[in-house]
């Protein structure tokens, strides 16, 4: 069996690509895994090397959008796990049109390959950011898309596009969609990792508004869980929310991370609120749990205390991306 990871050089991509080489998911036990991706900023090798000796693990430097390249790779792949993807809310806020490029027309390179090539499986990773923001309850996958962010737009539109190739072409695509992921490897822009090496620094950590809105975090090892059940028994054409961590207020979780690294409060700088920030996701898990049996299986403390010792003791993979990286400075 041969899979094409794509953008498994990134957190969630590489967190895969590491557990399926190392045996977590028995379906892809013997498999030929080839990543592709581009090594954007986000894209980093570090996060490859534990598994860097594999003999079923092939590198490939490219970009989803490049249509002979995707249908070159795509020959003799059983299976697809799309990842890549511009990922970063603040960035899209900045300016969409790499978001665009990448989400949405490297989405459809991607679906328009698989179709060519007969693949058997293709799973979509999206994100539960696509249903916009809900106040109380939880999304069943069922929910209308409302995105408000131009991230989560591009993700809505790549994720209807996948919809479309199954009910268009009957390509069997499954879609994904997870709430928020932490676990090492994360690039230091993300929440978690920001506050995380800021205060290993001992600098501030920028609070957004009121610090009130409500996140689900999962840990990384229970998204990629979840797709490997997706991948190996989800039903063509069907979307499953993954998810089931822990919901926070992002003023809960900085008081955990302060607690965890000997803070105090002294080291919070409220900024101004993000534009558009959604007040609240939650996503509802009934049908992933009940019809491919999963759940998550990290503890959120023991998850983000492995999480922050990991940080501690991997300066040499974070320090260079932070001096690198226009990160906001406070
Ligand atoms: P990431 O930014 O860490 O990694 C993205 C990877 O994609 C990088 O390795 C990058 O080099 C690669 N890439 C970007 N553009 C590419 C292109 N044009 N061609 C080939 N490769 C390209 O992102 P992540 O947090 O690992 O997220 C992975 C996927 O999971 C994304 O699709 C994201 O929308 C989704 N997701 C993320 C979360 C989360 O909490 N991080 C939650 C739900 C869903």
Redesign the pocket.
């Known amino acids: 069996m041969r899979v094409l990871v794509?953008?498994?050089?990134?957190?969630?991509?590489?967190?895969y690509v590491r557990r399926a080489l190392t045996g977590a998911y028995p379906a892809v036990a013997d498999a030929e895994l080839v990543v592709?991706?581009?090594?954007?900023?986000?894209?980093?090798l570090a996060?490859l090397a534990p598994v860097a000796d594999s003999p079923r693990l092939r590198f490939v430097r490219?970009?989803?959008?490049d249509a002979r390249l995707v249908s070159e790779l795509m020959r003799g792949i059983d299976q697809v796990v799309?990842?890549?993807?511009?990922?970063?809310v603040d960035r899209s806020i900045q300016g969409a049109a790499?978001f665009v490029?990448?989400?949405v027309a490297?989405t459809q390179t991607m679906l328009q390959a698989a179709l060519d090539a007969g693949v058997g499986k293709f799973v979509h990773?999206?994100?539960?950011?696509v249903y916009g923001s809900i106040e109380h309850g939880s999304w069943p996958e069922t929910h209308p898309l409302e995105p408000n962010s131009p991230?989560s737009a591009s993700?809505a539109a790549a994720d209807l596009l996948a919809r479309s190739f199954h009910r268009t072409h009957e390509l069997p695509v499954c879609i994904?969609?997870?709430?928020?992921?932490?676990g090492p490897y994360?690039?230091p822009e993300?929440v978690i990792p920001l506050f995380v090496t800021n205060l290993l620094d001992g600098r501030k950590v920028p609070l957004y508004g009121d610090g009130l809105n409500v996140r689900d975090w999962l840990h990384v090892d229970d998204?990629c869980q979840g797709i490997a059940l997706v991948a190996d028994g989800g039903r063509p054409g069907e979307i499953y929310n993954i998810g089931g961590g822990t919901e926070l207020t992002n003023r809960e979780l900085t008081a955990r991370l302060l607690a965890e690294l000997d803070a105090d409060e002294s080291m919070v700088q409220p900024v101004i609120d993000r534009k558009a920030h959604d007040r609240r996701y939650s996503v509802d898990i009934t049908k992933i749990t009940e019809e491919l049996g999963y759940r998550p299986r990290v503890d959120f403390a023991a998850g983000l205390a492995d999480t922050v010792r990991w940080y501690r003791d991997n300066r040499p993979w974070w320090e260079p991306l932070k001096e690198s990286a226009a990160l906001p400075e406070i």
């Open positions: 794509t953008g498994g050089a990134g957190f969630i991509g590489s967190n592709l991706d581009k090594l954007t900023y986000a894209g980093n996060n490219g970009d989803v959008c799309h990842f890549a993807a511009e990922s970063h790499d490029l990448t989400n490297g990773v999206s994100t539960d950011e991230y993700k994904t969609r997870c709430s928020n992921n932490y994360q690039y993300k998204h």
